[in-house]
């Protein structure tokens, strides 16, 4: 374990300029010489899109999550890691692997790019669980601790999700005024969340099976599914055929499911064109449904648009209101995008709408068998207020 004296300085550098200090653990981050424009090494920095969750406990299964590919998180609770991190908390694809089906060993297992924190736990855990900073080193992810979080998530707030990157500096405990240009050269060339597809390099790259005697038969589209959704078709006693985001209309179709379901996933929805047809030649055919980035392809195929927000929903007390019943969930969210509720077709219904800004978070079709919610009904942190939703699906099946 990373002992409070043993960390090295480290530093969050944002591309406006800012820099946050502290400490990193897990895997150590690069020197800012070693920064690359080089599609496989950025692939393997500590880069990305800056945004932050206010959960207080799931810190596992944050950066095991695919939908926090390409980000840097900061956890606005302050102390993380108290509880340790075993294997089986993970939301890695349907049979627990990571990467691509049939990667023996994918280098980056956990798709966030890094962990920011407030302060580590380095003391005990219980028994059969490894430490987070021991987690995320076996997988090569970086984290940083001592960071003053609040200020780094007030200037997110204030001025939307930036690009950042996680250095230490080759020499001494500071950034040399070269080493602080050399980031900021770097990030000025780092592409936005908006416009860059995440999705393709993701999940299964054959079809998996999941409780192969159950019924109704659900094809889930794999965008970067979290192992969760799975777990709970599987519970209702659905056969799963998780299969990858590249199939075709007719492929899909001649598995012969009862239901479709898009899974989330990162990135930018408008990008993902191949996915946007396959949801269109298929709503009206198959009882269809969407969570997460899967919403906002099947609004896009519904002929609505999408833009990016500020700085996104993310954590596990967001308030959704269901506009039927006038009830409100606590809900789980991790998204940058939203629906745009002026473009949506007369035939569709906003379902769930954001209780605080407000923002499209669920539609159902008037006449199709047609569902979807943008926050995820299988890890609601009541923990069951919103798993009835899987069942409203089911019911259109």
């Given at each position: 374990?990373?002992?409070?004296?043993?960390?090295?300085?480290?530093?969050?550098?944002?591309?406006d300029g800012s820099?946050?200090?502290?400490?990193?653990?897990?895997?150590?981050?690069?020197?800012p010489?070693q920064?690359?424009?080089?599609?496989?090494g950025?692939?393997?920095l500590?880069?990305?899109?800056v945004?932050f969750?206010?959960g207080m406990?799931g810190y596992?299964?944050?950066?095991t999550?695919?939908a926090y590919?390409?980000?840097i998180?900061v956890?606005?609770?302050?102390?993380?890691?108290?509880?340790?991190s075993d294997e089986?908390?993970s939301?890695?694809g349907?049979?627990?692997?990571?990467?691509?089906q049939?990667?023996?060993?994918?280098?980056?297992r956990?798709k966030a790019?890094a962990?920011v924190?407030?302060?580590?736990y380095?003391g005990?855990?219980?028994?059969g669980?490894?430490?987070l900073?021991?987690?995320m080193e076996?997988?090569?992810?970086t984290?940083i601790?001592g960071v003053?979080?609040?200020?780094?998530?007030?200037?997110?707030r204030?001025g939307?999700s930036p690009t950042?990157?996680?250095?230490?500096p080759?020499?001494?405990s500071?950034?040399?005024d070269?080493?602080?240009?050399?980031?900021?050269?770097?990030?000025?060339?780092?592409?936005r969340m908006?416009?860059?597809?995440?999705?393709?390099c993701l999940?299964?790259?054959?079809?998996?099976?999941?409780n192969?005697?159950?019924?109704p038969?659900?094809?889930?589209?794999d965008?970067g599914?979290?192992?969760?959704?799975?777990?709970?078709l599987a519970?209702?006693?659905?056969?799963?055929?998780?299969?990858?985001?590249?199939i075709?209309v007719?492929?899909?179709l001649?598995?012969?499911p009862?239901?479709?379901?898009f899974s989330?996933?990162?990135?930018?929805?408008?990008?993902?064109?191949?996915l946007?047809?396959?949801a269109w030649?298929?709503?009206?055919r198959?009882?269809?449904?969407g969570i997460?980035l899967g919403h906002?392809?099947?609004s896009?195929?519904?002929?609505a648009?999408t833009f990016?927000?500020?700085?996104?929903?993310?954590?596990?007390?967001?308030?959704?209101?269901?506009e039927e019943?006038g009830?409100?969930l606590?809900?789980?969210?991790?998204?940058?995008f939203?629906?745009?509720e002026?473009?949506l077709?007369?035939?569709?219904s906003?379902?769930f709408r954001?209780?605080?800004?407000?923002?499209v978070?669920g539609?159902?079709?008037r006449?199709l068998?047609v569902?979807?919610?943008?926050?995820?009904?299988e890890a609601?942190?009541?923990?069951?207020d919103s798993?009835?939703?899987?069942r409203?699906?089911?019911?259109?099946?």
């Amino acid at each position: 374990m990373a002992k409070a004296d043993e960390r090295k300085a480290a530093f969050v550098v944002l591309e406006d300029g800012s820099v946050f200090a502290g400490e990193h653990f897990g895997w150590p981050p690069p020197c800012p010489e070693q920064l690359s424009h080089d599609e496989d090494g950025a692939s393997k920095l500590p880069v990305g899109e800056v945004v932050f969750n206010p959960g207080m406990a799931g810190y596992h299964g944050i950066p095991t999550d695919p939908a926090y590919s390409g980000q840097i998180i900061v956890m606005t609770y302050p102390h993380i890691g108290n509880y340790g991190s075993d294997e089986r908390w993970s939301e890695f694809g349907p049979d627990g692997k990571a990467g691509r089906q049939g990667e023996e060993e994918p280098w980056r297992r956990l798709k966030a790019r890094a962990l920011v924190v407030r302060s580590l736990y380095d003391g005990p855990i219980p028994s059969g669980r490894v430490s987070l900073h021991q987690y995320m080193e076996s997988y090569r992810t970086t984290g940083i601790t001592g960071v003053d979080t609040r200020a780094l998530t007030l200037r997110i707030r204030s001025g939307g999700s930036p690009t950042g990157v996680i250095v230490r500096p080759a020499a001494g405990s500071d950034l040399t005024d070269e080493e602080r240009r050399l980031c900021l050269a770097y990030l000025a060339g780092y592409p936005r969340m908006e416009g860059c597809d995440l999705v393709t390099c993701l999940g299964t790259s054959e079809t998996v099976i999941v409780n192969t005697s159950g019924e109704p038969h659900i094809c889930l589209v794999d965008c970067g599914v979290k192992a969760n959704i799975v777990r709970e078709l599987a519970a209702l006693g659905c056969r799963v055929s998780v299969v990858p985001n590249s199939i075709g209309v007719d492929d899909l179709l001649a598995l012969e499911p009862d239901g479709i379901l898009f899974s989330n996933g990162p990135g930018d929805p408008a990008v993902l064109p191949h996915l946007v047809g396959l949801a269109w030649g298929l709503i009206g055919r198959k009882p269809t449904f969407g969570i997460c980035l899967g919403h906002q392809i099947i609004s896009l195929a519904l002929g609505a648009t999408t833009f990016k927000m500020k700085f996104g929903h993310h954590g596990v007390n967001n308030p959704v209101r269901d506009e039927e019943t006038g009830v409100i969930l606590i809900t789980s969210q991790n998204h940058g995008f939203s629906v745009e509720e002026s473009a949506l077709p007369p035939e569709c219904s906003v379902w769930f709408r954001n209780a605080n800004d407000r923002t499209v978070e669920g539609i159902a079709h008037r006449t199709l068998p047609v569902l979807t919610a943008q926050f995820h009904p299988e890890a609601a942190p009541g923990p069951r207020d919103s798993g009835w939703i899987f069942r409203r699906f089911l019911e259109r099946v």
